[in-house]
């Protein structure tokens, strides 16, 4: 049997790995062994980043400065954050943050460099857009290019990192940027009646005004027409993205690599078809079924290529195993599901 190199600090971060997100670190450990790690501690890096972008307790100019010197304490054995809100989610993980750093230096050096460099332009983008509006639709594609786009884009140079994907996916910036678009934007438009409970502002001002006069109207009833046609141009905005999408899942060759990308991308697909002229989003956070998520891919997108057709159908009956009755066996078959997958 490989010798298992499980140090207690990477059994913690799958731990939080689970916490922060059960469904999606499923997904995620069943990478390839040469990316699992890689990608649980990239999770984990980017996860601590959020947590302080989300926590509106920080003083701005202090928040400012932990957002842009966040990536250099990846390099600081032993550094933790303990000055989170007590609402925030997520602040167990920045306490105990020194745990991620402690495998994020086991990393291979060329991983610690991807990882570094998107955290960096990452916490650069979330600290600019701490004391900036989001008001145009430009803007709403930078700021998403901040906080998913570059996710996308250092995937790529992971996957590539690997030598799991050929040279030339992390040359499709373009399509790496409009993943993590997609995704992001799917989530902005599906939050909104949360975000604005919450006093988030994410969508558009310049989109939203032409249709209400205050950001509050948007989930008052007595506006709920105005407030669907706005929902619909966003909706529109981020559809716009899908052939995108389409292009760069076509072009991975790793079978559990393509399961990692396609996976949220086809809850994002089903997600925003829930969404389009749905007048429920403007009062309640509406939610997609994993399994008609994929039904939606295949019949809604019906990609002409026979192989990424027969990647869904896999992929299809695996997520109906995994939320089969014993994980065990689901997880057996998800492995031997993959074999006929050349
Ligand atoms: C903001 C975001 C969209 C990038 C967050 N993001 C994702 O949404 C996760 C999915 C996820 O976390 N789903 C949650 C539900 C939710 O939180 O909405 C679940 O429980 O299923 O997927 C993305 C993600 C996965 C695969 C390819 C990607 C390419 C470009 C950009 C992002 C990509 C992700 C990959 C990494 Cl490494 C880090 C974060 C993410």
């Not at 207690?8 to 790995?17: G, H, K, M, N």
């Not at 399509?175 to 502002?201: A, H």
């Not at 925003?272 to 309640?284: A, G, Y």
Request: glycine letters at 4%; a negative charge.
């Amino acid at each position: 049997i490989q010798k298992l190199k499980c140090s207690s600090e990477l059994i913690r971060c799958y731990q939080y790995l689970e916490q922060t997100s059960r469904s999606f670190a499923a997904v995620i450990q069943e990478l390839h062994p040469e990316l699992k790690d890689v990608i649980c501690i990239y999770y984990l890096v980017l996860r601590g980043l959020d947590t302080v972008e989300d926590d509106m307790t920080l003083e701005i100019k202090y928040k400012k400065e932990v957002l842009e010197t966040f990536y250099e304490k990846l390099y600081i054995r032993g550094w933790s954050f303990a000055d989170s809100g007590p609402n925030e989610e997520d602040a167990p993980l920045l306490i105990e943050f020194d745990v991620v750093i402690t495998e994020f230096l086991n990393l291979k050096k060329e991983y610690q460099d991807v990882i570094a460099k998107i955290t960096r332009e990452m916490g650069m983008g979330m600290s600019k857009y701490t004391t900036k509006k989001v008001n145009t639709v430009e803007d709403w594609n930078e700021y998403c290019h901040y906080v998913a786009g570059l996710v996308g884009i250092g995937l790529s140079q992971l996957f590539v990192a690997s030598g799991l994907e050929p040279s030339g996916i992390e040359k499709l910036e373009a399509l790496s940027n409009s993943m993590g678009l997609f995704l992001q934007k799917t989530n902005i438009i599906r939050d909104v009646f949360e975000d604005v409970i919450d006093d988030r502002r994410f969508w558009p001002i310049e989109v939203w005004s032409k249709h209400v006069n205050l950001v509050g109207d948007l989930i008052n009833d007595k506006y709920l027409t105005q407030g669907v046609n706005c929902l619909n141009e966003l909706c529109l905005n981020a559809i716009e993205h899908i052939p995108d999408v389409l292009d760069y899942l076509s072009q991975i060759h790793d079978r559990t690599i393509f399961s990692f990308c396609a996976i949220p991308q086809t809850m994002a697909i089903a997600t925003i078809t829930l969404c389009l002229n749905n007048p429920k989003v403007m009062s309640e956070n509406v939610k997609i079924r994993k399994t008609e998520a994929i039904r939606v891919m295949k019949q809604k997108i019906a990609p002409t290529d026979a192989v990424f057709l027969k990647k869904l159908d896999i992929l299809e009956k695996n997520v109906q195993l995994k939320t089969g009755p014993s994980m065990a066996n689901s997880k057996y078959e998800y492995v031997r599901g993959f074999e006929t997958f050349e």
